[in-house]
């Protein structure tokens, strides 16, 4: 995780259509050695200046404030969650471009599977009412497992949908427009309903999201010259699927789109937030298992914090556990941002970190809300996010960190030597 990765040339195309680069660009300057064209490729944009600038005054913002002209390349810490959903329809083949523009040099697809049992990149395996506008097409409405019902103002009934990809199949699938996470509980219509985005995000790019299969995630990753991490999503259904299509069957489908798609296994970081399913990677194919990542979404309990805990995920073969980012941090006697307990057991035990999810929660002025919660005290204005990445980077010894908008880690790993 730690090596620096550039993009393609094939991805430069993408950039010089934009016409603009991040750095002092000086049109009377002698034309650049194709080595020097990949380290201008990233386009960070105005928002990780915008945070160094609200930072607090101190060291940490000093460093950063010296780094504003230093070339950036890709690099493998900065993750793109979801490519990058904070302003573009998450899993489309628009956010990832941009999660790569931005310098992730590891890019997320969730990884689903549809009715006639094709896998495809979608956050939940019933998030389509929420994440496409199937309630706005009749005849794929109709196949949801609760096709969209209007609200009803006079009773104060919200409107209701839930539509899996397993209720349709990849052709289906594919005939959707990708749109930003969201939905309007008081729609009385299915346009309505596609409605709801934050405040802070937008809906700017989100006019004709381009939703990908799992293999062709893979393809348009592999051009853009990116590493991969694709996350089996837990079903929402019963399984075996249909009787027959077991979870073994599913995880292992997974990771033979990357061995049939001729992926390097040390290219790619299987995740679960099953631990059976890593497991099984690790049993069954050792070679892509030396990189699989457990997601950590339990309870917090002295239990599942404890060295123990840690050196029993180890015994099992786990490589590396990536819990929220809020589980490995804490606050000290006088309200500074520290390693938490679990964070320590994690690192005693052998285990690699990696934190999800950075620019996930808005506007931090009121504590950061669910992603922030163990250090709330601490966190008073949106500069505070690179004082978070840089208690888990320096403090912590976290391998990675998912983002929503990766330009943000991208700088941080860039000025600081990642």
Partial sequence: MKRTFTLSLLFGSLVAVSGCSTFNHDANAPEATPEESEQTLIQLGPRPYFLVNNMDEGKLKKALQACESKPVASSA???GHRGAPMQFPEHTRESYIAAARMGAGIVECDVAFTKDRELVCRHAQNDLHTTTNIVAVPELNAKCTKPFTPADPATGKKAVAECR??????????????KMDAFNPDATTPEEY???????RTDLYSTNGTVLSH???????????????????????????????????YARQMINDYVEAGVKPNDVWPQSFLLDDVTFWINETPEFGKQAVFLDEADHTPENQSLEY????????????????WKMLTLSSNNEIVPSEYAMNA????LDLIGWSLERSGPLNTGGGWYYQSVTDAINNDGDMFTV???LAQEVGVIGIFSDWPATTTYYANCMGI
């Fill in 77 to 79: 810490f900065s993750i």
């Fill in 165 to 178: 990809t397993s209720d349709i199949t990849l052709a289906e699938f594919k005939s959707l427009r990708g």
């Fill in 194 to 200: 596609l409605g709801g985005t934050a405040d802070w």
């Fill in 215 to 249: 293999r062709e995630s893979i393809e348009l990753l592999k051009d853009l010259g990116v590493q991969f991490t694709p996350e089996l999503k837990t079903p929402v259904v019963d399984m075996p699927f249909e009787g027959d299509y077991t979870q073994q069957d």
């Fill in 310 to 325: 840690m050196e029993s995920l180890v015994q099992q073969g786990v490589p590396v556990l990536a819990p929220a980012i």
């Fill in 347 to 350: 690192k005693a035990a052998g």
């Fill in 389 to 391: 990445i840089d208690v």
